[in-house]
């Protein structure tokens, strides 16, 4: 099981830190996906993370904005988002699938364990 928190409320150009926490697996073993979903838009992808962090991809509307991290001693992995916009507003999203593989891909169609979001919004 896959559990978000640290949504919530941020003004635009504010800054908030999602934690995804995973029980009673270990994370170790597994890529960790972020994805999004606006009101009335499909899901997408916002970047992922590979098992040991040592590769990191971003969606082009985040890369320079968002860091994704992961501490696998606390079974936990980070969403850091900077400069937020209104356009960031949706409901996040982090998933999982397991691999050996030293990469993540940020296809949706290769998680298989998602959490059940946690909803941020970028207002003044």
């Known amino acids: 099981q896959l559990v978000e928190s640290g949504g919530g409320l941020v003004q635009p150009g504010g800054s908030l830190r999602l934690s995804c926490a995973a029980s009673?697996?270990?994370?170790?073993?597994?890529?960790i996906g972020w994805f999004r979903q606006a009101p009335g838009k499909e899901r997408e992808g916002v970047g992922c993370?590979?098992?040991?962090?040592?590769?990191?991809v971003y969606a082009d509307s985040v890369r320079g904005r968002f860091t994704i991290s992961r501490d696998n001693a606390k079974n936990t992995a980070y969403l850091e988002m900077n400069s937020l916009t209104p356009e960031d507003t949706a409901v996040y999203y982090c998933?999982?699938?397991?691999?050996?593989?030293?990469?993540?891909?940020?296809?949706?169609?290769?998680?298989?364990?998602w959490g059940q979001g946690t909803q941020v919004t970028v207002s003044s």
């Open positions: 998933a999982a699938y397991w691999t050996f593989l030293a990469e993540c891909r940020p296809q949706q169609k290769e998680y298989d364990s």
């Open positions: 009673p697996y270990t994370l170790e073993y597994y890529a």
């Open positions: 993370i590979s098992r040991t962090g040592g590769s990191v």
